[in-house]
Structures are given as structure tokens and as C-alpha cells.
């Protein structure tokens, strides 16, 4: 059975830092990439970052680059998101899911959400101006 696993979150000021973790049962990371996303209330969910560790590719979203990092620990079966510099608009519930590796190019799928098929049950992040 696939399951995905995000953990993490919690209330931090602004300027703080948190690191998310999506561990991942069912499957291996040399088949399936990991992505984060995250949703307010109201809103889709938005794509913040992706790592397919096989290929060596990541991807960050234009509002995260240079203060989110995503990595993987392939031998726990883990990615993280080390979020730094934190923002109130941060603020979110992040998920984590899974989407079939592809090889070495995803041009812009990684941003969309019906192209993962599993997925996590998401963790709060509330940043505190």
C-alpha cells in the first residue's frame, strides 16, 4: 500500500525556519518523484517544490526560490523541505505527493496538481508577522 507521510509544520514568527518531512511507504524513490505543494483556504493548492532524486532534478516555485531547499535521504525513504526566511504569506497547509518518474525533463507538470497520484494528508505552517 502507498502512503505518504507529511509531518512538521507548526507556528513559527516571521523570518523563522521549519523543516517539512514527507516519508513515503509502498514504494521507492528510484520509480517516483516527490513534490510539495501547499493550499490556503479558497485558493488551489500551489506548487512549492519537487525533487526527483534518481535524475537529480529539483524545482522550486518563484515565491520560494533561495529560501526553501528540498532533499531527499533515499535510505529512509524521507524528502525534506528546509524552510527558511519564512513569510507570513507562508502560511498554508503543505502536502507532499508522488508522481511516476519520467526521466530527466517535466517542464511544468511538476507545478500541476492532477499529475501526482498519491498523496499526503498535509501539515499546517502558520508564520507569525
Known amino acids: 500500500e502507498v502512503q505518504l507521510q507529511a509531518s512538521g509544520g507548526g507556528l513559527v514568527q516571521a523570518g523563522g525556519f521549519l523543516r517539512l518531512s514527507c516519508t513515503a511507504s509502498?514504494?521507492?524513490?528510484?520509480?517516483?518523484?516527490i513534490g510539495w505543494f501547499r493550499q490556503v483556504p479558497g485558493k488551489e493548492r500551489e506548487g512549492v517544490s519537487f525533487?526527483?532524486?534518481?535524475?537529480?532534478?529539483?524545482y522550486y516555485g518563484d515565491s520560494v526560490k533561495g529560501r526553501f531547499t528540498i532533499s531527499s535521504d533515499n535510505a529512509k525513504n524521507t524528502v525534506y523541505l528546509q524552510m527558511n526566511s519564512l513569510k507570513p504569506e507562508d502560511t498554508a497547509v503543505y502536502f507532499c505527493?508522488?508522481?511516476?518518474?519520467?526521466?530527466?525533463?517535466?517542464?511544468?507538470?511538476?507545478?500541476?496538481?492532477?499529475?501526482?497520484?498519491?498523496w499526503g494528508q498535509g501539515t499546517q505552517v502558520t508564520v507569525s508577522s
Open positions: 505527493a508522488s508522481m511516476a518518474r519520467r526521466g530527466a525533463w517535466y517542464g511544468s507538470s511538476w507545478l500541476k496538481a492532477y499529475e501526482y497520484d498519491y
Open positions: 525533487i526527483n532524486s534518481y535524475d537529480g532534478i529539483v
Open positions: 509502498g514504494f521507492g524513490f528510484d520509480d517516483y518523484a
